[in-house]
């Protein structure tokens, strides 16, 4: 459980730029008491005491307003922006280095039983009001724009938005530079650039969730210039 203490302070203090000491982490984010909560309760659960860790994530709801259920598995340096309102699933699992704003639910989509929650990858960022729902993989890099629903798996490197999500970018790699080792599985890929390096650790952490595309926009774009392109044609025919 203390094991990872200080890299859940650290990745707090690089993601956002209010939090000014691990002081003011300790006592003034409910992500990070939330995250701390889930991984006690998650020790009592594999200890057979499945009833101490629901009071242990109950407890820790009505503390902080985030819902984790003691079964879900999550990775190294999970930060919980803001934290109110999110939920996570009994059959989540989540990768390293992930962020989540409030208001996300990784959730079920009805009374299945086995696996029925998603499987979030490294590095990804799920934004304010997002759901992932049902037993989706989320994959490496990926981002999930504000309030979309997703219900397909999401390919590693994408940007997913809207309802339901679809794939507006897809990165084949997300890469630094300098580096003339190809061995890696992330850099297999013919697309991937001659020279390149895996993000990892905080390295691969991207928090934009501002630029993203609007497909609804595109397609909006797309079908006003096909408007105005027949306009000219008939105006054109009028005067000839």
């Not at 629903?149 to 997913?160: F, N, Y």
């Amino acid at each position: 459980m203390f094991g990872t203490l200080k890299s859940d302070i650290h990745c707090v203090r690089v993601r956002d730029p209010a939090a000014r000491s691990n002081f003011e982490v300790l006592f003034c984010y409910p992500g990070f008491r939330a995250v701390r909560s889930h991984r006690f309760a998650y020790r009592l659960h594999n200890a057979g005491l499945k009833g101490f860790a629901r009071v242990v994530s109950e407890w820790c709801r009505f503390c902080t307003g985030v819902d984790i259920h003691p079964a879900a598995i999550i990775g190294k340096r999970l930060f919980i922006d803001h934290g109110m309102g999110v939920v996570v699933g009994e059959t989540t699992i989540i990768g390293d280095d992930v962020t989540i704003y409030q208001g996300a639910t990784l959730g079920g989509t009805g009374k299945e039983s086995g696996k029925r929650h998603p499987t979030v990858g490294n590095h990804v960022t799920i934004s304010a009001g997002a759901a992932v729902l049902g037993p989706v993989t989320v994959g490496d890099f990926c981002k999930i724009g504000a309030g979309a629903v997703v219900l397909h798996d999401v390919p590693r490197g994408s940007t997913a938005v809207g309802i339901p999500a679809r794939v507006v970018r897809q990165v084949p790699c997300p890469v630094l530079h300098d580096c003339k080792d190809r061995s890696h599985a992330a850099c297999s890929s013919d697309s991937c650039p001659p020279f390149c390096a895996v993000r990892e650790g905080e390295a691969g952490v991207d928090l934009d969730v501002a630029d993203l595309p609007d497909p609804v926009q595109h397609q909006f774009s797309e079908l006003l210039q096909r408007i105005e392109a027949l306009e000219a044609l008939l105006v054109n025919e009028n005067k000839s």
